[in-house]
């Protein structure tokens, strides 16, 4: 007989930590629900800076391609105006050759020759 009181007690004993058990576990699933509710409220809340955030980052990226296509275009010119001057380089040399070619004080078959380096330059 005292075996079967001492099973009835570890069986109630068992019971009733069985019941705490479930009743924290319960506890700490609605605390847990709550804490994600709050969660989610600040999240919520956070949706005009990331709003905010992302009109931010929209505008930089729509400065950034005008700055691009203002630096492709600025390189262009650039381009332009070193073959421009190459073309003037071009000329003048041009222009100093057939003048060195026509003063008979400039010996420019030379292999050390240099269009308008030497000669006279008297008009």
Sequence with gaps: MKTVIIV?????????????????????????????????TKADAQTGAVDAAQRDAAAAAARAEVARAEAERTEQQALAAE???QVEEARREDSLRAADSLDPDVDHRSDDYRPGASGSREP
């Design 8 to 40: 009835a007690i570890v069986i109630a004993v068992l019971a009733v930590i069985a019941v705490i058990a479930y009743l924290a576990s319960r506890r700490r699933a609605t605390q847990r629900r709550h804490r994600a509710g709050q969660l989610r």
């Design 83 to 85: 073959r421009g001057m």
